[in-house]
Protein backbone atom coordinates (compact mmCIF):
# COMPACT_ATOMS: atom_id res chain seq x y z
CA UNK A 1 0.00 0.00 0.00
CA UNK A 2 1.91 2.69 -1.25
CA UNK A 3 1.18 6.43 -1.81
CA UNK A 4 2.96 7.96 -4.85
CA UNK A 5 4.56 11.39 -5.10
CA UNK A 6 3.63 13.16 -7.99
CA UNK A 7 5.02 16.25 -9.37
CA UNK A 8 2.74 19.08 -8.98
CA UNK A 9 3.17 22.83 -9.49
CA UNK A 10 1.89 24.07 -5.94
CA UNK A 11 1.17 27.64 -6.53
CA UNK A 12 -1.39 29.24 -8.45
CA UNK A 13 -2.23 29.91 -12.22
CA UNK A 14 -5.00 31.50 -11.41
CA UNK A 15 -27.67 11.20 12.50
CA UNK A 16 -28.30 8.32 10.90
CA UNK A 17 -29.02 4.86 11.92
CA UNK A 18 -26.93 1.64 10.99
CA UNK A 19 -30.42 -0.04 10.28
CA UNK A 20 -31.00 -0.32 14.12
CA UNK A 21 -27.49 -2.38 14.63
CA UNK A 22 -23.72 -1.92 14.32
CA UNK A 23 -21.43 -3.94 12.32
CA UNK A 24 -20.13 -5.40 15.68
CA UNK A 25 -23.82 -6.06 16.75
CA UNK A 26 -24.33 -7.84 13.07
CA UNK A 27 -21.36 -10.09 12.48
CA UNK A 28 -22.45 -11.50 16.62
CA UNK A 29 -25.51 -12.32 15.24
CA UNK A 30 -24.22 -14.01 12.33
CA UNK A 31 -21.59 -15.90 14.03
CA UNK A 32 -24.99 -17.47 16.37
CA UNK A 33 -26.57 -18.49 12.81
CA UNK A 34 -25.22 -22.15 12.33
CA UNK A 35 -23.78 -22.18 8.46
CA UNK A 36 -25.40 -24.35 5.89
CA UNK A 37 -23.71 -26.98 3.86
CA UNK A 38 -22.79 -24.46 0.73
CA UNK A 39 -22.08 -21.34 2.94
CA UNK A 40 -19.18 -24.14 5.13
CA UNK A 41 -18.20 -24.93 1.51
CA UNK A 42 -17.61 -21.70 -0.20
CA UNK A 43 -15.60 -21.34 3.45
CA UNK A 44 -13.44 -23.83 2.56
CA UNK A 45 -13.13 -23.19 -0.83
CA UNK A 46 -11.83 -19.35 0.41
CA UNK A 47 -9.39 -21.44 3.06
CA UNK A 48 -8.03 -23.71 -0.10
CA UNK A 49 -7.08 -20.12 -2.52
CA UNK A 50 -5.67 -18.94 0.72
CA UNK A 51 -3.28 -21.56 1.27
CA UNK A 52 -3.12 -22.26 -3.00
CA UNK A 53 -1.89 -18.84 -3.45
CA UNK A 54 0.62 -18.79 -0.63
CA UNK A 55 2.14 -22.78 -1.80
CA UNK A 56 2.40 -20.96 -5.84
CA UNK A 57 4.62 -18.07 -4.67
CA UNK A 58 7.64 -17.90 -2.13
CA UNK A 59 7.46 -14.23 -1.41
CA UNK A 60 3.99 -13.70 -0.84
CA UNK A 61 4.04 -16.71 1.40
CA UNK A 62 6.76 -15.38 3.22
CA UNK A 63 5.48 -11.82 3.62
CA UNK A 64 1.77 -13.08 4.66
CA UNK A 65 2.95 -15.88 7.55
CA UNK A 66 5.70 -16.48 9.56
CA UNK A 67 5.16 -20.16 10.46
CA UNK A 68 3.03 -21.26 6.84
CA UNK A 69 2.76 -24.78 7.70
CA UNK A 70 0.13 -23.60 10.38
CA UNK A 71 -1.37 -21.52 8.12
CA UNK A 72 -2.20 -25.60 5.96
CA UNK A 73 1.00 -24.66 3.29
CA UNK A 74 2.66 -27.81 2.12
CA UNK A 75 6.40 -26.35 1.94
CA UNK A 76 8.08 -28.83 0.04
CA UNK A 77 5.60 -27.67 -3.06
CA UNK A 78 6.83 -24.02 -2.98
CA UNK A 79 9.41 -22.27 -5.47
CA UNK A 80 11.86 -20.01 -4.33
CA UNK A 81 11.94 -18.39 -7.31
CA UNK A 82 10.49 -14.54 -8.28
CA UNK A 83 8.49 -16.71 -11.17
CA UNK A 84 9.07 -15.75 -15.00
CA UNK A 85 8.10 -13.44 -17.67
CA UNK A 86 7.07 -15.61 -20.53
CA UNK A 87 4.70 -17.01 -22.62
CA UNK A 88 4.02 -20.67 -20.75
CA UNK A 89 3.73 -18.11 -17.44
CA UNK A 90 1.02 -16.27 -19.47
CA UNK A 91 -0.85 -19.16 -20.61
CA UNK A 92 -0.83 -21.06 -17.33
CA UNK A 93 -1.98 -17.78 -16.03
CA UNK A 94 -5.23 -17.11 -18.33
CA UNK A 95 -5.80 -20.82 -17.38
CA UNK A 96 -6.03 -20.10 -13.62
CA UNK A 97 -8.39 -17.51 -13.79
CA UNK A 98 -10.64 -18.98 -15.93
CA UNK A 99 -10.60 -22.18 -13.56
CA UNK A 100 -10.94 -19.75 -10.88
CA UNK A 101 -14.32 -17.74 -12.66
CA UNK A 102 -15.47 -21.15 -13.41
CA UNK A 103 -15.43 -22.65 -9.48
CA UNK A 104 -16.55 -19.16 -7.80
CA UNK A 105 -19.49 -19.53 -10.52
CA UNK A 106 -20.10 -22.81 -9.18
CA UNK A 107 -21.55 -21.67 -6.04
CA UNK A 108 -25.36 -20.57 -5.53
CA UNK A 109 -24.93 -17.07 -4.49
CA UNK A 110 -28.35 -16.76 -3.40
CA UNK A 111 -27.50 -19.12 -0.24
CA UNK A 112 -24.46 -17.45 0.88
CA UNK A 113 -24.69 -14.94 3.53
CA UNK A 114 -24.53 -11.58 2.71
CA UNK A 115 -21.01 -11.58 4.00
CA UNK A 116 -20.21 -14.15 2.25
CA UNK A 117 -21.98 -11.99 -0.77
CA UNK A 118 -19.45 -9.59 -0.25
CA UNK A 119 -16.81 -11.59 -1.13
CA UNK A 120 -17.68 -13.66 -3.41
CA UNK A 121 -18.46 -9.96 -5.61
CA UNK A 122 -14.94 -8.61 -4.61
CA UNK A 123 -13.54 -12.14 -5.54
CA UNK A 124 -15.77 -11.98 -8.82
CA UNK A 125 -14.24 -8.47 -9.73
CA UNK A 126 -10.53 -9.46 -9.11
CA UNK A 127 -10.80 -12.10 -11.54
CA UNK A 128 -12.70 -10.82 -14.38
CA UNK A 129 -10.24 -7.47 -14.31
CA UNK A 130 -7.52 -10.48 -14.43
CA UNK A 131 -9.64 -11.74 -17.35
CA UNK A 132 -9.91 -8.95 -19.03
CA UNK A 133 -5.50 -7.77 -18.35
CA UNK A 134 -4.69 -11.80 -19.28
CA UNK A 135 -6.41 -11.42 -23.03
CA UNK A 136 -3.33 -12.10 -25.42
CA UNK A 137 -3.31 -9.16 -27.22
CA UNK A 138 -1.90 -7.66 -24.15
CA UNK A 139 0.92 -9.97 -23.59
CA UNK A 140 3.65 -7.44 -24.57
CA UNK A 141 2.17 -4.20 -23.95
CA UNK A 142 3.06 -3.47 -20.52
CA UNK A 143 6.11 -2.18 -19.27
CA UNK A 144 8.42 -4.16 -16.59
CA UNK A 145 10.78 -1.19 -15.97
CA UNK A 146 8.60 2.01 -14.98
CA UNK A 147 10.33 4.57 -13.19
CA UNK A 148 8.10 4.84 -10.42
CA UNK A 149 7.18 1.03 -9.93
CA UNK A 150 9.41 -1.36 -12.35
CA UNK A 151 11.40 -4.16 -11.23
CA UNK A 152 14.85 -2.06 -10.82
CA UNK A 153 12.68 0.06 -8.12
CA UNK A 154 10.75 -2.48 -6.11
CA UNK A 155 13.61 -4.89 -5.54
CA UNK A 156 15.70 -2.58 -2.73
CA UNK A 157 12.30 -2.39 -1.10
CA UNK A 158 11.16 -5.99 -0.85
CA UNK A 159 14.59 -6.51 0.01
CA UNK A 160 14.97 -4.02 3.01
CA UNK A 161 11.81 -5.09 4.46
CA UNK A 162 12.31 -8.84 4.34
CA UNK A 163 12.45 -10.23 7.59
CA UNK A 164 13.76 -13.95 9.34
CA UNK A 165 12.35 -15.80 11.56
CA UNK A 166 14.35 -19.11 10.90
CA UNK A 167 17.73 -20.50 10.02
CA UNK A 168 15.27 -22.13 7.19
CA UNK A 169 14.18 -18.44 6.07
CA UNK A 170 17.71 -17.16 6.06
CA UNK A 171 18.97 -20.27 3.72
CA UNK A 172 15.27 -19.68 1.75
CA UNK A 173 16.85 -15.54 1.53
CA UNK A 174 19.87 -16.76 -0.13
CA UNK A 175 18.15 -18.93 -3.19
CA UNK A 176 15.16 -15.97 -3.75
CA UNK A 177 18.88 -13.46 -3.71
CA UNK A 178 20.73 -16.08 -5.83
CA UNK A 179 16.96 -16.17 -8.37
CA UNK A 180 17.65 -12.16 -8.81
CA UNK A 181 19.50 -12.43 -12.36
CA UNK A 182 17.17 -15.26 -13.93
CA UNK A 183 14.52 -13.27 -12.75
CA UNK A 184 15.74 -10.35 -14.67
CA UNK A 185 16.78 -12.30 -17.95
CA UNK A 186 13.08 -13.46 -18.11
CA UNK A 187 12.23 -9.60 -18.00
CA UNK A 188 14.78 -8.14 -20.49
CA UNK A 189 13.90 -11.58 -22.79
CA UNK A 190 10.09 -9.48 -22.38
CA UNK A 191 11.06 -6.39 -22.96
CA UNK A 192 12.97 -7.07 -26.08
CA UNK A 193 10.26 -9.11 -28.12
CA UNK A 194 7.93 -6.15 -26.92
CA UNK A 195 10.52 -4.16 -28.44
CA UNK A 196 9.71 -6.47 -31.80
CA UNK A 197 6.32 -6.19 -31.82
CA UNK A 198 6.81 -2.30 -31.79
CA UNK A 199 5.36 -1.54 -27.79
CA UNK A 200 8.14 -0.68 -26.32
CA UNK A 201 7.63 2.78 -24.34
CA UNK A 202 10.84 3.15 -21.61
CA UNK A 203 12.82 6.00 -19.99
CA UNK A 204 15.90 4.91 -20.87
CA UNK A 205 17.80 7.68 -18.57
CA UNK A 206 15.95 7.36 -15.52
CA UNK A 207 16.38 3.17 -15.41
CA UNK A 208 20.22 3.88 -15.88
CA UNK A 209 20.76 6.54 -13.58
CA UNK A 210 18.68 3.89 -10.71
CA UNK A 211 20.73 1.35 -11.60
CA UNK A 212 24.14 2.89 -11.39
CA UNK A 213 22.85 4.19 -8.30
CA UNK A 214 22.74 0.53 -7.45
CA UNK A 215 25.59 -0.63 -8.37
CA UNK A 216 27.95 2.53 -7.57
CA UNK A 217 27.32 1.21 -3.85
CA UNK A 218 28.12 -2.14 -4.21
CA UNK A 219 28.19 -3.93 -1.81
CA UNK A 220 28.37 -1.23 1.14
CA UNK A 221 24.59 -1.00 0.77
CA UNK A 222 21.61 -0.61 3.02
CA UNK A 223 19.92 -3.67 1.57
CA UNK A 224 22.51 -5.72 2.35
CA UNK A 225 23.07 -4.62 5.48
CA UNK A 226 20.02 -4.94 6.55
CA UNK A 227 19.48 -8.59 5.48
CA UNK A 228 23.24 -9.39 7.33
CA UNK A 229 21.80 -8.18 10.57
CA UNK A 230 18.41 -9.86 10.31
CA UNK A 231 20.46 -13.30 9.96
CA UNK A 232 22.89 -11.54 13.05
CA UNK A 233 18.94 -11.66 14.96
CA UNK A 234 18.76 -15.30 14.27
CA UNK A 235 19.47 -17.75 17.18
CA UNK A 236 22.24 -19.23 15.55
CA UNK A 237 26.05 -19.74 16.35
CA UNK A 238 28.14 -17.54 15.45
CA UNK A 239 29.40 -19.96 13.03
CA UNK A 240 26.29 -20.44 11.61
CA UNK A 241 25.84 -16.75 11.04
CA UNK A 242 28.85 -16.41 9.82
CA UNK A 243 28.56 -18.62 7.07
CA UNK A 244 25.12 -17.23 6.39
CA UNK A 245 26.18 -14.04 5.80
CA UNK A 246 28.82 -15.04 3.40
CA UNK A 247 26.56 -16.70 1.35
CA UNK A 248 24.26 -13.52 0.73
CA UNK A 249 26.54 -11.50 0.23
CA UNK A 250 27.88 -13.98 -2.27
CA UNK A 251 24.42 -14.21 -3.86
CA UNK A 252 24.09 -10.30 -3.80
CA UNK A 253 27.11 -9.56 -5.63
CA UNK A 254 26.52 -12.46 -8.37
CA UNK A 255 22.89 -12.27 -8.91
CA UNK A 256 21.58 -9.32 -7.45
CA UNK A 257 24.05 -7.01 -8.66
CA UNK A 258 24.33 -8.67 -11.66
CA UNK A 259 21.07 -7.95 -12.22
CA UNK A 260 21.23 -4.42 -12.26
CA UNK A 261 23.92 -4.45 -14.62
CA UNK A 262 21.72 -6.45 -17.07
CA UNK A 263 19.38 -3.89 -16.93
CA UNK A 264 21.69 -1.15 -17.55
CA UNK A 265 23.60 -3.12 -20.50
CA UNK A 266 20.15 -3.85 -21.82
CA UNK A 267 18.90 0.17 -21.96
CA UNK A 268 21.59 1.06 -23.59
CA UNK A 269 21.40 -1.68 -26.49
CA UNK A 270 17.64 -1.35 -26.75
CA UNK A 271 17.93 2.80 -27.04
CA UNK A 272 21.18 2.25 -29.40
CA UNK A 273 19.72 -0.66 -31.40
CA UNK A 274 15.89 -0.50 -30.84
CA UNK A 275 12.71 1.54 -31.64
CA UNK A 276 11.33 3.31 -28.69
CA UNK A 277 7.83 5.02 -28.63
CA UNK A 278 7.72 7.76 -25.86
CA UNK A 279 3.87 8.39 -26.83
CA UNK A 280 0.77 6.56 -24.78
CA UNK A 281 -1.01 3.61 -25.03
CA UNK A 282 -3.43 4.87 -27.24
CA UNK A 283 -0.52 4.49 -29.96
CA UNK A 284 -0.33 0.77 -29.98
CA UNK A 285 -2.56 -1.57 -31.58
CA UNK A 286 -5.35 -2.65 -29.08
CA UNK A 287 -4.03 -0.03 -26.63
CA UNK A 288 -6.89 1.91 -25.40
CA UNK A 289 -8.55 -1.60 -25.02
CA UNK A 290 -5.61 -2.75 -22.72
CA UNK A 291 -6.01 0.92 -20.78
CA UNK A 292 -9.42 0.30 -20.57
CA UNK A 293 -8.77 -2.85 -19.03
CA UNK A 294 -6.31 -1.60 -16.55
CA UNK A 295 -8.20 1.33 -15.09
CA UNK A 296 -10.96 -1.55 -14.46
CA UNK A 297 -8.40 -3.39 -12.49
CA UNK A 298 -7.05 0.08 -10.42
CA UNK A 299 -10.65 1.84 -9.84
CA UNK A 300 -12.71 -0.80 -8.54
CA UNK A 301 -15.60 -0.66 -10.85
CA UNK A 302 -16.88 -0.80 -14.25
CA UNK A 303 -17.13 2.26 -15.37
CA UNK A 304 -16.02 3.13 -18.89
CA UNK A 305 -12.88 5.54 -19.56
CA UNK A 306 -15.19 8.56 -20.54
CA UNK A 307 -17.64 7.86 -17.72
CA UNK A 308 -14.55 8.02 -15.31
CA UNK A 309 -12.87 10.90 -17.37
CA UNK A 310 -16.66 12.87 -17.04
CA UNK A 311 -17.00 12.33 -13.07
CA UNK A 312 -13.11 13.60 -12.99
CA UNK A 313 -13.33 16.39 -14.78
CA UNK A 314 -16.87 17.75 -12.77
CA UNK A 315 -14.74 16.85 -9.55
CA UNK A 316 -11.61 18.96 -10.80
CA UNK A 317 -13.87 22.09 -11.91
CA UNK A 318 -15.66 21.96 -8.12
CA UNK A 319 -12.18 21.22 -6.44
CA UNK A 320 -10.87 24.53 -8.64
CA UNK A 321 -13.57 26.77 -7.76
CA UNK A 322 -13.98 26.10 -4.07
CA UNK A 323 -10.22 26.82 -3.95
CA UNK A 324 -11.09 29.92 -6.09
CA UNK A 325 -13.40 31.25 -3.54
CA UNK A 326 -10.78 30.54 -0.57
CA UNK A 327 -7.95 32.50 -2.80
CA UNK A 328 -7.76 34.92 0.15
CA UNK A 329 -6.48 32.49 2.65
CA UNK A 330 -3.99 30.94 0.33
CA UNK A 331 -0.60 32.36 1.31
CA UNK A 332 -1.01 31.20 4.78
CA UNK A 333 0.17 27.75 3.90
CA UNK A 334 3.29 28.80 2.94
CA UNK A 335 4.41 29.15 6.17
CA UNK A 336 2.56 26.61 7.86
CA UNK A 337 4.41 24.60 9.83
CA UNK A 338 2.95 21.80 11.81
CA UNK A 339 5.40 22.40 15.02
CA UNK A 340 5.32 17.70 15.13
CA UNK A 341 9.04 16.93 16.18
CA UNK A 342 8.89 13.21 14.79
CA UNK A 343 6.42 10.63 12.86
CA UNK A 344 5.30 8.82 16.20
CA UNK A 345 4.25 12.10 17.98
CA UNK A 346 1.74 12.81 14.86
CA UNK A 347 0.54 9.17 14.90
CA UNK A 348 -0.49 9.55 18.96
CA UNK A 349 -1.70 13.35 18.17
CA UNK A 350 -4.34 11.94 15.53
CA UNK A 351 -5.31 8.87 17.33
CA UNK A 352 -6.48 10.38 20.29
CA UNK A 353 -8.43 13.49 18.27
CA UNK A 354 -9.97 10.72 15.45
CA UNK A 355 -11.58 8.71 18.51
CA UNK A 356 -15.28 10.72 17.74
CA UNK A 357 -15.28 10.45 14.38
CA UNK A 358 -14.02 6.52 13.29
CA UNK A 359 -15.54 3.32 15.09
CA UNK A 360 -12.65 1.76 17.59
CA UNK A 361 -10.26 -0.70 17.02
CA UNK A 362 -7.90 -1.98 19.80
CA UNK A 363 -4.54 -0.70 20.07
CA UNK A 364 -1.94 -1.71 17.46
CA UNK A 365 1.96 -1.92 17.74
CA UNK A 366 3.24 -0.55 14.61
CA UNK A 367 7.02 0.85 13.60
CA UNK A 368 7.58 3.95 11.20
CA UNK A 369 10.61 4.86 10.32
CA UNK A 370 12.49 6.17 6.79
CA UNK A 371 13.27 4.56 4.00
CA UNK A 372 17.25 3.85 3.50
CA UNK A 373 18.45 7.00 1.45
CA UNK A 374 20.24 5.10 -0.69
CA UNK A 375 17.33 2.79 -2.05
CA UNK A 376 14.96 6.00 -1.89
CA UNK A 377 13.88 7.70 -5.23
CA UNK A 378 12.32 11.50 -5.37
CA UNK A 379 10.17 10.05 -7.94
CA UNK A 380 8.32 7.37 -6.67
CA UNK A 381 6.81 6.36 -3.38
CA UNK A 382 6.51 9.05 -0.83
CA UNK A 383 5.79 6.15 1.86
CA UNK A 384 4.08 2.94 2.56
CA UNK A 385 2.48 0.75 5.07
CA UNK A 386 3.87 -2.96 4.73
CA UNK A 387 0.61 -5.22 6.27
CA UNK A 388 1.78 -7.72 8.88
CA UNK A 389 1.65 -11.46 8.37
CA UNK A 390 -1.42 -13.40 9.43
CA UNK A 391 0.25 -15.34 12.29
CA UNK A 392 2.40 -12.86 13.38
CA UNK A 393 1.75 -10.25 16.65
CA UNK A 394 0.38 -8.04 13.81
CA UNK A 395 3.53 -5.24 14.25
CA UNK A 396 2.30 -3.16 11.20
CA UNK A 397 5.88 -1.57 9.20
CA UNK A 398 5.27 2.16 8.21
CA UNK A 399 8.32 3.41 5.96
CA UNK A 400 8.10 7.29 4.99
CA UNK A 401 10.72 8.14 2.05
CA UNK A 402 13.37 10.82 3.96
CA UNK A 403 13.35 12.69 0.67
CA UNK A 404 10.02 14.43 1.41
CA UNK A 405 9.56 17.78 2.74
CA UNK A 406 10.38 18.02 6.33
CA UNK A 407 8.62 16.32 9.50
CA UNK A 408 6.84 19.57 10.66
CA UNK A 409 5.61 19.74 6.74
CA UNK A 410 1.63 19.92 5.63
CA UNK A 411 3.04 17.19 3.31
CA UNK A 412 4.50 15.15 5.87
CA UNK A 413 1.53 15.33 8.23
CA UNK A 414 -1.08 13.95 5.23
CA UNK A 415 0.83 10.92 3.92
CA UNK A 416 2.09 9.57 7.74
CA UNK A 417 -1.79 10.36 8.36
CA UNK A 418 -2.58 8.19 4.80
CA UNK A 419 -0.04 5.16 5.73
CA UNK A 420 -0.90 4.58 9.42
CA UNK A 421 -3.92 6.62 11.26
CA UNK A 422 -6.76 6.41 10.29
CA UNK A 423 -5.04 5.33 7.11
CA UNK A 424 -4.19 2.04 5.33
CA UNK A 425 -3.05 0.48 9.35
CA UNK A 426 -6.38 1.77 10.57
CA UNK A 427 -8.20 0.18 7.83
CA UNK A 428 -6.39 -2.95 7.50
CA UNK A 429 -6.84 -3.35 11.53
CA UNK A 430 -10.39 -2.75 11.30
CA UNK A 431 -11.28 -5.08 9.02
CA UNK A 432 -9.13 -7.82 10.70
CA UNK A 433 -10.78 -7.34 14.05
CA UNK A 434 -14.18 -6.91 11.78
CA UNK A 435 -14.65 -9.80 9.28
CA UNK A 436 -13.77 -13.42 9.73
CA UNK A 437 -12.42 -14.18 6.30
CA UNK A 438 -8.24 -14.09 6.23
CA UNK A 439 -8.67 -13.86 2.42
CA UNK A 440 -10.48 -10.65 2.44
CA UNK A 441 -8.04 -8.71 4.00
CA UNK A 442 -4.92 -10.52 2.92
CA UNK A 443 -5.04 -10.96 -0.67
CA UNK A 444 -8.74 -9.70 -1.37
CA UNK A 445 -8.81 -5.77 -2.51
CA UNK A 446 -10.05 -3.19 -4.44
CA UNK A 447 -6.82 -0.56 -4.76
CA UNK A 448 -9.15 2.56 -5.30
CA UNK A 449 -11.17 1.40 -1.97
CA UNK A 450 -7.54 1.21 -0.46
CA UNK A 451 -5.73 4.03 -1.73
CA UNK A 452 -9.22 6.33 -2.55
CA UNK A 453 -10.08 5.43 1.70
CA UNK A 454 -6.60 7.05 2.56
CA UNK A 455 -6.69 9.85 0.34
CA UNK A 456 -9.71 10.97 1.73
CA UNK A 457 -8.30 10.62 5.34
CA UNK A 458 -5.36 12.46 4.82
CA UNK A 459 -7.86 15.49 3.81
CA UNK A 460 -10.16 14.62 7.10
CA UNK A 461 -7.28 14.52 9.06
CA UNK A 462 -6.75 18.42 8.35
CA UNK A 463 -9.82 19.43 10.69
CA UNK A 464 -7.17 18.42 13.18
CA UNK A 465 -4.40 20.48 12.48
CA UNK A 466 -5.12 23.59 14.86
CA UNK A 467 -4.65 26.01 12.12
CA UNK A 468 -7.42 28.59 9.74
CA UNK A 469 -9.79 26.48 8.51
CA UNK A 470 -10.40 28.08 5.54
CA UNK A 471 -6.53 27.72 4.79
CA UNK A 472 -6.76 24.37 5.20
CA UNK A 473 -10.00 23.64 3.67
CA UNK A 474 -8.11 25.94 0.34
CA UNK A 475 -5.20 23.52 -0.02
CA UNK A 476 -7.32 20.56 -0.08
CA UNK A 477 -9.59 21.71 -2.69
CA UNK A 478 -6.52 23.14 -4.75
CA UNK A 479 -4.42 20.22 -4.80
CA UNK A 480 -7.22 17.92 -5.19
CA UNK A 481 -8.27 19.97 -8.18
CA UNK A 482 -4.06 19.01 -9.18
CA UNK A 483 -4.62 15.73 -8.71
CA UNK A 484 -8.19 14.87 -10.59
CA UNK A 485 -6.68 16.75 -13.69
CA UNK A 486 -3.89 14.59 -13.20
CA UNK A 487 -5.87 11.56 -13.88
CA UNK A 488 -7.61 13.75 -16.71
CA UNK A 489 -4.48 13.87 -18.17
CA UNK A 490 -3.41 10.10 -18.07
CA UNK A 491 -6.51 9.40 -20.17
CA UNK A 492 -5.65 11.92 -22.70
CA UNK A 493 -2.34 10.58 -23.05
CA UNK A 494 -3.06 7.04 -23.05
CA UNK A 495 -6.37 6.93 -24.25
CA UNK A 496 -6.66 9.99 -26.74
CA UNK A 497 -2.83 9.85 -27.47
CA UNK A 498 -2.05 13.50 -26.27
CA UNK A 499 1.59 14.34 -26.91
CA UNK A 500 3.46 16.86 -24.64
CA UNK A 501 1.99 20.17 -25.94
CA UNK A 502 -1.35 18.80 -26.38
CA UNK A 503 -1.46 17.84 -22.69
CA UNK A 504 -0.39 21.31 -21.11
CA UNK A 505 -2.49 23.27 -23.61
CA UNK A 506 -5.34 21.29 -22.25
CA UNK A 507 -4.33 21.90 -18.91
CA UNK A 508 -4.14 25.37 -19.21
CA UNK A 509 -8.09 24.67 -19.33
CA UNK A 510 -8.23 24.04 -15.38
CA UNK A 511 -5.11 26.90 -15.03
CA UNK A 512 -2.65 24.35 -14.34
CA UNK A 513 0.67 23.72 -15.96
CA UNK A 514 2.27 20.77 -16.96
CA UNK A 515 6.12 20.32 -17.16
CA UNK A 516 7.36 17.83 -19.57
CA UNK A 517 8.87 15.47 -16.07
CA UNK A 518 4.98 15.72 -15.18
CA UNK A 519 3.68 14.27 -18.16
CA UNK A 520 6.68 11.94 -18.44
CA UNK A 521 5.74 10.35 -14.97
CA UNK A 522 2.06 9.62 -16.55
CA UNK A 523 3.02 8.48 -19.83
CA UNK A 524 5.66 5.68 -18.37
CA UNK A 525 2.99 4.70 -15.26
CA UNK A 526 -0.57 4.58 -16.97
CA UNK A 527 -3.26 4.60 -14.28
CA UNK A 528 -0.71 5.06 -11.64
CA UNK A 529 -3.04 7.65 -9.59
CA UNK A 530 -6.15 6.11 -10.47
CA UNK A 531 -6.44 4.36 -7.45
CA UNK A 532 -5.84 7.24 -5.41
CA UNK A 533 -8.00 9.93 -6.92
CA UNK A 534 -10.94 8.09 -8.39
CA UNK A 535 -11.01 5.93 -5.49
CA UNK A 536 -11.45 9.20 -3.59
CA UNK A 537 -13.84 10.85 -5.92
CA UNK A 538 -16.23 7.62 -5.32
CA UNK A 539 -15.83 8.08 -1.60
CA UNK A 540 -16.64 12.09 -1.62
CA UNK A 541 -19.71 11.05 -3.51
CA UNK A 542 -20.79 8.64 -0.96
CA UNK A 543 -20.21 11.46 1.85
CA UNK A 544 -22.33 14.04 -0.28
CA UNK A 545 -24.71 11.81 -0.87
CA UNK A 546 -25.34 10.67 2.79
CA UNK A 547 -24.79 13.85 4.37
CA UNK A 548 -27.56 15.29 1.88
CA UNK A 549 -30.23 12.82 2.85
CA UNK A 550 -28.91 12.80 6.98
CA UNK A 551 -28.51 17.11 7.05
CA UNK A 552 -28.10 18.23 10.73
CA UNK A 553 -28.32 14.37 11.70
CA UNK A 554 -25.16 13.45 9.63
CA UNK A 555 -22.90 11.24 11.80
CA UNK A 556 -19.14 11.02 10.92
CA UNK A 557 -18.78 8.05 12.74
CA UNK A 558 -22.14 6.47 11.10
CA UNK A 559 -20.25 7.20 8.39
CA UNK A 560 -16.80 5.67 8.67
CA UNK A 561 -18.17 2.52 10.02
CA UNK A 562 -20.55 1.68 7.01
CA UNK A 563 -17.30 2.88 4.42
CA UNK A 564 -15.20 0.07 6.60
CA UNK A 565 -17.19 -2.11 7.29
CA UNK A 566 -17.32 -4.12 3.75
CA UNK A 567 -13.44 -4.15 3.79
CA UNK A 568 -11.44 -3.34 0.91
CA UNK A 569 -14.27 -4.91 -1.89
CA UNK A 570 -15.26 -3.27 -4.86
CA UNK A 571 -17.11 -0.41 -5.41
CA UNK A 572 -20.43 -2.64 -6.15
CA UNK A 573 -20.47 -3.83 -2.80
CA UNK A 574 -19.31 -0.71 -1.07
CA UNK A 575 -22.61 0.66 -3.04
CA UNK A 576 -24.83 -1.71 -1.69
CA UNK A 577 -23.47 -1.09 1.90
CA UNK A 578 -24.16 2.92 1.30
CA UNK A 579 -27.52 2.02 -0.54
CA UNK A 580 -29.11 0.51 2.66
CA UNK A 581 -27.14 2.95 5.01
CA UNK A 582 -28.56 5.86 3.41
CA UNK A 583 -31.77 4.58 2.66
CA UNK A 584 -32.53 4.23 6.50
Partial sequence: MKKYKSFVVCGFCLTLALCGCTSSDLKEVLEDEPLTAEQKEFDAYLEEQLIETLEGDYYTMHSLAEDPSSLGVDLSVVEKTWGRFDAKTMEEDRAEVEETLAELESFSYEDLTSAQQDTYDTFVYQMKTSQELSDERFDYIASLFSPMTGIQVSFPTIFSDWELYTKQDAEDLILMMQDVDDYVQSALDYTYIQE????????????????????????????????????????????????????????????????????????????????????????????????????????????????????????????????????????????????YQDYEEILDDVQKKMKDDFPEISEKAYQIQDMEEDIATDNGVAAYYQIPTLDGD???????????????????????????????????????????????????????????????????????????????????????????????????????????????????????????????????????????YVGYEEIALYRSQAKEKAGEDFSELDFHTVLLEAGAASFDVIQRHMDSYIGA
Avoid at 206 to 221: A, H, K, P, T
Avoid at 406 to 414: E, K, N, P, Q, R
Fill in 196 to 339: EKGMLCLSFEEIRSYCQQILSQGNESSVLDSLKEEVDELDLSGEESESLQNDLETAYQDSYLKGYQMILDAMDDLEQNGENHPSGLASFASGKEYYTALMHSQIGSMRSVEEVQEMMASACQEHLNTAMELSDAAMGIYFLDTG
Fill in 394 to 532: QTGQLRVNPLNDGISSIDTYMTVCHEGMPGHMYQYNYTHENLDQPVRWSLLANPAYQEGYATYVEHYVLRYLDEDARMLKFYSEYMLSIYDALILADIGIHYENWDYATCAAQMEAYGLSMTQEQYDQLLYTPCAFEPY
